[in-house]
């Protein structure tokens, strides 16, 4: 009799894991925010319950892992795929996303960050004076996109000769700084681009880490995978984020673009 009560134990166990793993993996998933980037939005320690099903499931890229700690094997990880979702990343959206230049660790083991999305692919990303203009357009500020701070406090102004080397791309050749920013052409999935010595240096990562090929640059003329090229068409699409707490933020002016197979999903409200 106690076996058999036992049994039944292990049982509803077992398939409680089970239920709670796919719910995880493929569903929901709960997240402790870190820091304090997306104040007053969303602060520090706060949970908040991602819907992974929105923008599509990523399937797990890494499927030998446990769902606790970092823990994998990373010899055995499968090609980016991502169940159909119902609705696309929106402008404003506050997503939930693996670090992209976490380049030692496989995708779905890089750290998890939460800002909202303010570019889209396809879209240009311009930052003139601390304003934001997506596609030439100003953004404004209202009750429910706290990004935007008010105008007179604040605020940390930059010259916008000054040369700030932790911005994006990093490049002394191109003198951006978080006040002064682009403009900056956000890479959508078929789009091609011709090469100029200015956006080789904005898309080299995205065309060698994120794309998985060789450039090499010799003589000013460009080689990708050995062959040599005068423009690229890009295989996936790419994002523009920032904190809402924008100067106590670590976003996409200081590390660049978040691509796609690195979303994990939208908070939900």
């Not at 010899?75 to 159909?84: A, D, E, F, G, S």
């Not at 596609?135 to 000769?161: A, G, H, W």
Request: aromatic share 14%; net charge neutral; with cysteine.
């Amino acid at each position: 009799m106690l076996s058999n009560s036992l049994n039944k134990i292990m049982r509803v166990a077992f398939w409680s894991i089970i239920i709670w793993l796919f719910i995880r993996i493929f569903v929901f998933q709960i997240f402790n925010v870190p820091t304090f980037s997306m104040n007053n939005t969303l602060k520090e320690g706060d949970y908040i319950l991602v819907n992974k099903l929105a923008y599509g499931t990523r399937i797990p890229i890494t499927p030998l892992s446990l769902p606790i700690g970092n823990t994998y094997i990373d010899w055995i990880q499968i090609p980016y795929l991502r169940i159909p979702g119902f609705t696309n990343v929106a402008h404003n959206d506050i997503i939930v996303f693996n670090f992209p230049l976490e380049d030692d660790l496989p995708i779905d083991h890089r750290q998890e960050y939460v800002k909202r999305c303010i570019g889209l692919p396809g879209d240009t990303v311009l930052i003139k004076k601390g304003i934001v203009f997506v596609n030439n357009k100003k953004i404004t500020e209202s009750e429910n996109i706290l990004y935007l701070l008010d105008e007179q406090k604040n605020r940390l102004l930059i010259d916008s000769s000054v040369y700030s080397p932790a911005v994006f791309p990093n490049s002394s050749n191109i003198k951006w700084n978080a006040d002064n920013f682009g403009s900056l052409y956000i890479p959508k999935k078929g789009e091609t681009i011709s090469f100029t010595k200015e956006n080789i240096i904005l898309y080299k990562r995205v065309i060698e880490k994120y794309e998985n090929n060789i450039l090499n640059l010799k003589n000013d003329s460009v080689f990708i995978n050995n062959q040599y090229c005068i423009n690229y068409t890009f295989k996936m699409n790419y994002y523009f984020t920032l904190g809402d707490n924008r100067y106590n933020s670590i976003d996409s002016r200081f590390w660049g673009f978040v691509p796609e197979d690195h979303l994990i999903g939208r908070v939900s409200d």
